[in-house]
């Protein structure tokens, strides 16, 4: 029992950094393809893995943050700015991005039962709840736009990112609500979150689009 | 005398709402504009409506937020950005924008008061109390705008908006350090900032530009 | 002794308010290039004084604001923004820009001390620390291009700038864990960053680009 424990501790940390890493990458890439220099790089990388976590902490007056408590987080993401400035060519990235969209499914699931958790238990209603998981798993994103000058493409590129971490994170509040097992509630959180994110990856769906 | 204080309460209710779904709507009109998904019109609607009193309450380290506190305000919001999208056409465009002009005026003056009451509740300096005012009731449209990939148009359309937030939040800071009652500081800051507001939109008023 | 001490403080405090009316200058200009009206002016001026420093204390939980025990300093800033619009014409610009170069470098390296000296008096790791320093130094700049709808140029001129800060930082942080007095880690942090920022507008030196 106690083994299994460990070995989803260790599945869920691994997740963790896939996605850290998968979030970093989005902001490298957006970073290169507006030629920024490579102080941009590595602050754009930043901002796109830590900021959602970080509002959601400054929201909900939480300290201290994540990336204060892990400072080996913040040594892994220079690094791997770093590499991707080094080993990187512009014939990879469309690669790349192909690549990271799984990790940033599993990110996105995960980070917003994360945040879903930690506003339930500081009692948070239930809808603030969840848009702490929203933007816990999404304004990494949103900042990482904003500081390229660009519409955050969560907001503007039709697929359905957003709309599965807040179908996810209700489903983390339903069955805490029904006092169900930690561990289900984030396995469902993330699986239904990945699951449709990567069914909608697949499938090509579209949201409704606004019928000007 | 009971009557009238609970009709007065009635009153500024009425005010805060409207003014909220003003500030909401003029965030699903831009979103509308750049063509953002569902996700884009909801996340800017709300950022339009809560964004400036959160800044405020995060600036001033205040907790929880007015939209934890009133979480129907919340669902109030994602219902108007829902109704909005099924109904709202292109060509009503203009004529909405007309139409949430007055409640954005009285939302600016109530806001505003709201923001430099609380300040000076804390405690400020007298400026930082308007400062807060000002932020409360402007801000929110700024960080749409940012949202949005604008230059602010509080910044840019010399028209006299923030102005008039200013001189009535000079107002009630004034008439709160001559002990005058409640009551008259809110109105005579909402009166002010509303009908300057609405004076400038009627007449035409420029902000000096800069002579370059 | 004593003589020597509070002469040291004036020197810092003189510095302190060169930088910030070169930082809020650096604002009014950029603002004025984007023709932006007096309250644009006034709050991009406000936002590049004081936002590198507000976003630091709000990451680290710190109140009041440096501009909340210090008003007299955002009258100084209004009233400089003022005097920028009234005598500042198209033709002194770039005579100004290049005027606030000087203050700007020496800035950076004091705000870049002051804030990996709070940090560090708050028991934040090294890495954390230095981070609030560039981001006390930088994110005045930041913001000022983001609310302009401009890539922050920090992050996309290929000059050294923020990484200077980095350096400086890390030299704050080396003689503070050696226990070295306070002096000389807050003159060794501005004369690094303030030197190398100087030598690099002097030799011209760029960041190494991306190698796409």
């Known amino acids: ?6 070995w989803g501790e260790t599945l ?26 490579a102080v941009g790089v590595c602050v754009v990388g930043f901002v796109a893995a830590f900021g959602g976590g970080t509002l959601r902490d400054l929201l909900l007056d939480q300290r201290p943050f994540f990336w204060v408590r892990h400072e080996e987080m913040l040594w892994g993401v220079l690094a791997l700015c770093m590499l991707a400035m080094l080993f990187l060519r512009h014939r990879h990235f469309v690669l ?7 990790p940033d499914a599993l990110g996105l699931g995960l980070f917003t039962a994360t945040g879903v958790h930690q506003a339930l238990t500081l009692q948070m209603p239930a809808l603030v709840a969840v848009l702490m998981g929203l933007i816990t798993g999404v304004f990494g994103g949103v900042l990482r736009d ?14 359905p990112y957003a709309v599965w971490a807040f179908v996810g994170g209700w489903t983390y509040v339903g069955l805490w609500q029904a006092d169900a097992p930690g561990w289900l509630a984030l396995l469902s959180c993330v699986g239904i979150t990945a699951g449709l994110r990567a ?12 019928r000007i």
């Open 146 to 159: 904003v500081l390229c000058n660009e519409i955050p493409s969560a907001f503007r590129d039709h697929q």
């Open 96 to 102: 790349t991005e192909k690549a990271i969209q799984w």
């Open 1 to 6: 029992m106690n083994n299994i424990q460990s």
């Open 199 to 210: 069914l909608s990856l697949w499938r090509n769906w579209e949201l409704p689009a606004w």
């Open 12 to 37: 869920r940390l691994l997740v963790e950094l896939a996605a850290t890493a998968a979030f970093a990458l989005s902001g490298v890439l957006e970073a290169a393809r507006k030629r920024l220099d």
